[in-house]
């Protein structure tokens, strides 16, 4: 969710929130605009709003577009507005589709949808990428956009004109280039637009799918949606939010800092939304949660999760601010109900995914991505402010731990692997 939109989903850009859905309104009919991720709009005559289901809405865009059943399951409809005053309505990815099934769409239609709506996410670093993968799904854009890779032509000028059509504004700003965007960040330097051709010669074309240019494009839009599937928080729904910042110099000064929490079927990810990269991520087996109200607190979706305060196991508790506390806390519990509804996990299957349906074939197996030291996909844990405890309620220094039950009730059980909370022993050793 981004901003604040009136239902959870995939966030459009901040420019398409301002846009209302309903462009005008009489007495018995409406024209709704549904907006699509690659910003065209299906303009809807509509007899009696006010009555009209969101299924049936749903199913008038997919007569439009012309899409298959299995769009069905694959796209949701989205209210998405700032200030939830005029909202757009948007046709986008459903948070609850699983990615392996999306492995097993062929209609080229439901594949450009999925994605210009993934491109958009990469683009708008809404979805924090290395650089090596910035360039590679650039590599991709720039092959559905400008066609095969040919030697010989001004390709780098097409390139240097629209690079923000291929990677991510913090990536292509101007004057200091590529290189200044990345300073600091842990991550390799890139090698610019240069890095990005060389990627975009490595591209290999499909042997016979060039006699139909829309067909031959369809290799590349599952090639750039697979390439996301290696990012833990693809397919996520967005909330903005603020966490506290660590005490830092003579004054211990902290204040707070925007982020973004991206929740999936797969688990919770805290990411930093000016720097572009996680700071935690967790799966649901790896948490425990809750939330307060404003009426009892404040808005606040509380992670507690295991750590180490100087070196001695913990648990930690992760406050963040946030109006959408108890939207998010809702959405966690129905995806950790959603995959304990499906068949359960074999021991040879990731805790992370549901089970394949009986007498249905297994999906491709996936081996899991190596993570580049300093990715910005994985957790920042040090840049985090949080509260250490072994007791209920109280903050530690060092301690010598023990396993007992957790500080919040509000869990995923799956017996392997289940998060579980440190209680001191009897006598506690303070540093």
Same mark, same amino acid.
């Given at each position: 969710?981004?901003?604040?939109?009136?239902?959870?989903?995939?966030?459009?850009?901040?420019?398409?929130?301002?846009?209302?859905?309903?462009?005008?309104?009489?007495?018995?009919?409406?024209?709704?605009?549904?907006?699509?991720?690659?910003?065209?709009?299906?303009?809807?005559?509509?007899?009696?709003?006010?009555?009209?289901?969101?299924?049936?809405?749903?199913?008038?865009?997919?007569?439009?577009?012309?899409?298959?059943?299995?769009?069905?399951?694959?796209?949701?409809?989205?209210?998405?507005?700032?200030?939830?005053?005029?909202?757009?309505?948007?046709?986008?990815?459903?948070?609850?589709?699983?990615?392996?099934?999306?492995?097993?769409?062929?209609?080229?239609?439901?594949?450009?949808?999925?994605?210009?709506?993934?491109?958009?996410?990469?683009?708008?670093?809404?979805?924090?990428?290395?650089?090596?993968?910035?360039?590679?799904?650039?590599?991709?854009?720039?092959? +559905?956009? !400008? %066609?095969?890779?040919?030697?010989?032509?001004?390709?780098?000028?097409?390139?240097? #004109?629209?690079?923000? *059509?291929? @990677?991510?504004?913090?990536?292509?700003?101007?004057?200091?280039?590529?290189?200044?965007?990345?300073?600091?960040?842990?991550?390799?330097?890139?090698?610019?637009?240069?890095?990005?051709?060389?990627?975009?010669?490595?591209?290999?074309?499909?042997?016979?799918?060039?006699?139909?240019?829309?067909?031959?494009?369809?290799?590349?839009?599952r090639a750039y949606l697979l390439?996301?599937?290696?990012?833990?928080?693809?397919?996520?729904?967005?909330?903005?939010?603020?966490?506290?910042?660590?005490?830092?110099?003579?004054?211990?000064?902290?204040?707070?800092?925007?982020?973004?929490?991206?929740?999936?079927?797969?688990?919770?990810?805290?990411?930093?939304?000016?720097?572009?990269? +996680?700071? !935690? %991520?967790?799966?649901?087996?790896?948490?425990?949660?809750?939330?307060?109200?404003? #009426?009892?607190?404040? *808005?606040? @979706?509380?992670?507690?999760?295991?750590?180490?305060?100087?070196?001695?196991?913990?648990?930690?508790?992760?406050?963040?601010?946030?109006?959408?506390?108890?939207?998010?806390?809702?959405?966690?519990?129905?995806?950790?109900?959603?995959?304990?509804?499906?068949?359960?996990?074999?021991?040879?299957?990731?805790?992370?995914?549901?089970?394949?349906?009986?007498?249905?074939?297994?999906?491709?197996?996936?081996?899991?991505?190596?993570?580049?030291?300093?990715?910005?996909?994985?957790?920042?844990?040090?840049?985090l402010s949080t509260i250490d405890?072994?007791?209920?309620?109280?903050?530690?220094?060092?301690?010598?731990?023990?396993?007992?039950?957790?500080?919040?009730?509000?869990?995923?059980? !799956? %017996?392997?692997?289940?998060?579980?909370?440190?209680?001191?022993?009897?006598?506690? #050793?303070q540093g």
């Amino acid at each position: 969710m981004d901003g604040t939109e009136g239902n959870a989903g995939q966030p459009g850009p901040a420019d398409r929130s301002h846009r209302s859905s309903v462009s005008s309104v009489g007495a018995r009919a409406a024209d709704v605009l549904v907006y699509l991720a690659d910003d065209t709009m299906v303009p809807l005559a509509v007899e009696n709003l006010p009555s009209l289901t969101a299924h049936e809405l749903h199913q008038a865009v997919r007569e439009v577009l012309q899409l298959p059943d299995v769009a069905l399951d694959a796209f949701a409809l989205w209210l998405v507005s700032p200030l939830l005053d005029e909202p757009s309505l948007q046709f986008r990815r459903n948070v609850f589709f699983p990615k392996r099934r999306e492995l097993q769409i062929h209609d080229k239609e439901v594949l450009r949808l999925l994605y210009e709506e993934a491109k958009g996410n990469v683009l708008a670093a809404r979805y924090p990428c290395d650089v090596e993968d910035c360039e590679a799904l650039g590599a991709l854009v720039c092959r +559905v956009q !400008l %066609g095969p890779y040919q030697p010989g032509q001004p390709t780098a000028c097409a390139l240097r #004109e629209k690079l923000d *059509s291929f @990677l991510p504004a913090h990536l292509c700003k101007r004057g200091h280039g590529l290189f200044a965007a990345l300073r600091g960040r842990g991550t390799k330097a890139g090698t610019g637009e240069q890095g990005l051709l060389n990627a975009y010669r490595r591209v290999k074309e499909v042997a016979g799918s060039e006699s139909e240019h829309e067909a031959s494009l369809s290799p590349h839009y599952r090639a750039y949606l697979l390439k996301c599937h290696e990012l833990p928080f693809y397919g996520s729904a967005f909330f903005h939010g603020e966490i506290d910042k660590p005490a830092q110099g003579f004054l211990h000064r902290g204040g707070q800092k925007p982020v973004s929490v991206a929740i999936s079927l797969e688990g919770v990810h805290v990411i930093d939304s000016r720097e572009k990269h +996680v700071l !935690l %991520g967790l799966r649901f087996q790896e948490l425990s949660w809750d939330h307060t109200s404003p #009426e009892e607190e404040e *808005s606040v @979706l509380w992670l507690e999760f295991d750590g180490d305060n100087e070196g001695t196991p913990v648990n930690k508790l992760l406050k963040i601010y946030s109006k959408q506390a108890e939207l998010m806390s809702s959405l966690i519990e129905y995806c950790i109900e959603l995959s304990q509804a499906t068949e359960p996990a074999t021991p040879q299957e990731s805790a992370a995914g549901p089970a394949s349906a009986a007498g249905s074939s297994p999906p491709p197996t996936q081996h899991p991505q190596l993570r580049r030291q300093g990715s910005v996909v994985c957790s920042r844990i040090q840049h985090l402010s949080t509260i250490d405890y072994v007791e209920e309620g109280e903050q530690i220094k060092r301690v010598k731990p023990k396993r007992s039950t957790s500080f919040f009730s509000r869990q995923l059980s !799956l %017996g392997q692997g289940s998060y579980a909370v440190v209680q001191p022993t009897e006598s506690l #050793e303070q540093g």
